[in-house]
């Protein structure tokens, strides 16, 4: 756990990085600082490290203070990952990985079987290994800069703008990846960023900063859209602040309905009466292994003895468990009765999300 | 009597002098080059760490390195007579501004990202120093050590002057008898002796430098 108390840094010049900061970094969680420049993220996460010494208040790390430990042994327990990465250009990438433990002194044996591990872990092939960082691409730097912070297995990570470098696609992909291997790790993070987008897909919880080093809110990312402290906070946040709460709900997390449910056996009335108890106009078709057919409008079983006489029609688009409500939302407008169905992985029908369900989680 | 250009059986008679006059001509290049270089390598580190020193010890190095050849030799003699420190002392003080400029250049271009990184790492000033960036400054540092290098030979050749000279002595020698044949052999071997040393120094920088190699 990394704690902040009253944290203040003023330059020699006035510049006031860092205005009384207060905040918890919970352990095993990741915490994003963003704010636009100028406001004292880079500032704070130096001050972590001691790259940076604040002027006054007290920065603790896992109950110690932070002030209290050589720089250098602090160090060794935070891996650190920049943004122009900083790979040792004349050292090969499985040297550059093993740069922690060397400094900390492990064997040969265990020290080449971690940089193995590592280039697995980051997705990498061994190939590299010997290469030198410049034959590599800025998304590959990228990854053998998580290796090398991950190398000792730190409890602590600091990332400053760590896929700022990259192009947009590699981005989205190294944060993926990313994301997975932290649930995995549960490493403790600070994360600095000045996408409000990368700060909500990353964060467990979200430091908004202000220029001149104020803290303005810290928050989940979903108390953040729900209930913004300011309007400082709501101009940062941007537009579409709650599509941008729907992006962040999994669709499992709420309650779906079972809708009206028949078979192609069944007898018309049956499909009617299903209709009327959902309120609907309309009947969900499926087949023996619960497998979607698709649907039929009631007024089109007139004259039918049975929903398989009438045309069964077929559904674009269905949403899974653990899409988010903004892509059930996504569904939902391009289908002509308003909802998304929601299936397994196999395609059974699991239940209906309506606009109702969407509205009650954003009240 | 007319003698010929070249003499061919002035240099079969003459090997043994002509040898011992190279041999000179490499110590008093290696000796200067060696000494200047560990004198301006702590100059450097100190530039470095105290950065107020930099400008200083580098204009104290531009002076030496503007006064004349021939004069800073005649200032020596009072003090170290004709002997090899007459030649070694100045030879010296030439090759420590093209050192002390080219170490520091090339410790100060390390990217500020790569020693941030080291630093965040863990690395002690010390040791962040000889593992990162004195490696990442080899270049520039042998590029200096080239200049200095071929300059000294160049400048080994006055010295003939105040009776040292290696190479100088056989300029000296086919000047004063109007024979051309030992002036031009002085002139290759010290054209061949500087370009093998600067193709030498770049074998040592290509040896010290893998990551700069095209990829393979």
């Keep these: ?29 990741l915490v994003v600082l963003v704010g636009p420049s100028g406001c004292g993220k880079t500032t704070a996460l130096r001050m972590v490290n001691r790259m940076i010494e604040p002027t006054d208040g007290r920065i603790t790390v896992n109950g110690e203070d932070a002030a209290s430990v050589p720089a250098p042994r602090l160090r060794r327990d935070m891996g650190y990952v920049i943004q122009q990465v900083g790979l ?30 590592l280039i697995d872990t980051v997705g990498l092939s061994q190939e590299v290994a010997n290469r030198y960082p410049r034959q590599l691409s800025g998304g590959q730097q990228q990854r053998v800069g998580v290796a090398r912070a991950l190398a000792a297995d730190p409890p602590i990570m600091l990332m400053d703008e760590p896929f700022g470098a990259v192009d947009p696609i590699v981005r989205d992909l190294l944060q993926e990846e990313f994301l997975r291997l932290q649930r995995e790790l549960k ?12 700060a909500m897909k ?23 859209l729900a209930e ?18 729907l992006a962040l709900i999994p669709v499992s997390a709420v309650e779906h309905e079972t809708g009206p449910l028949v078979s192609r056996n069944d007898s018309s009335d049956h499909a009617r009466e299903a209709a009327r108890e959902s309120g609907t106009d309309w009947v969900i078709v499926t087949d ?18 049975t929903v398989g006489g009438a045309e069964v029609q077929p559904f674009e688009a269905f949403v899974t468990e653990d899409e988010s409500l903004r892509a059930a939302l996504d569904v939902m407008v391009e289908s002509p009765l308003n909802v998304a169905v929601r299936v397994d992985g196999d395609g059974r029908y699991e239940g209906v999300v309506t606009h109702n369900t969407l509205t009650g989680e954003l009240k | 009597m007319a003698q010929s250009f070249f003499d061919w059986s002035w240099v079969m008679g003459n090997l043994g002098e002509i040898w011992a006059q190279l041999a000179e001509h490499i110590i008093l290049t290696v000796v200067p080059v060696g000494l200047g270089f560990l004198m301006a390598f702590p100059m450097a580190l100190a530039s470095i760490r105290w950065p107020r020193l930099y400008s200083p010890l580098l204009g104290v190095a531009g002076i030496l390195f503007s006064i004349p050849t021939l004069a800073l030799f005649v200032i020596m003699i009072p003090f170290t007579g004709l002997s090899k420190a007459t030649a070694i002392v100045p030879l010296t003080l ?9 170490t520091v250049e090339g410790l100060k271009g390390v990217p500020s990202h790569v020693r941030e990184a080291a630093e965040a790492m863990g690395y002690t000033r010390t040791r962040q120093l000889f593992r990162i960036e004195l490696p990442l400054a080899v270049p520039v540092i042998v590029a200096g050590l080239r200049i200095a290098t071929v300059n000294t030979i160049a400048y080994v050749a006055i010295t003939a002057l105040i009776g040292q000279g290696g190479l100088g002595n056989l300029f000296m020698d086919g000047f004063l008898r109007q024979f051309p044949t030992p002036l031009i052999v002085g002139l290759v071997l010290s054209v061949a ?13 290509y040896v010290l430098t893998p990551w700069q190699r095209n990829p393979g």
């Design chain 1, 1 to 29: 756990m990394i704690t902040f108390e009253s944290v203040t840094k003023r330059y020699a010049d006035g510049t006031v990085a860092a205005d009384e900061v207060s905040f918890e970094v919970p352990e095993g969680e």
């Design chain 1, 88 to 117: 040792f250009p004349h050292l090969t990438i499985a040297d550059n990985v093993a740069t922690v433990p060397s400094l900390i002194g492990w064997d040969k044996d265990r020290t080449r079987e971690r940089v193995e591990e």
């Design chain 1, 187 to 198: 490493k403790t993070i600070i994360f600095v960023t000045h996408d409000i987008d990368e």
């Design chain 1, 202 to 224: 990353m964060g467990d919880r979200v430091a908004i900063f202000n220029v001149g080093g104020i803290l303005e809110q810290y928050s989940t990312p979903t108390d953040l």
């Design chain 1, 228 to 245: 913004p402290a300011n309007d400082f906070v709501v101009d940062f946040l941007g537009a579409e602040r709650n599509l941008k709460r």
């Design chain 1, 288 to 305: 023996a292994e619960n497998q979607v057919e698709g649907w039929v409008f009631i007024n089109e079983l007139d004259g039918q003895q």
């Design chain 2, 94 to 102: 030439y090759t420590l501004l093209i050192l002390l400029r080219n």
């Design chain 2, 193 to 205: 002796l500087a370009v093998a040393a600067d193709l030498g120094l770049l074998g040592v920088q």
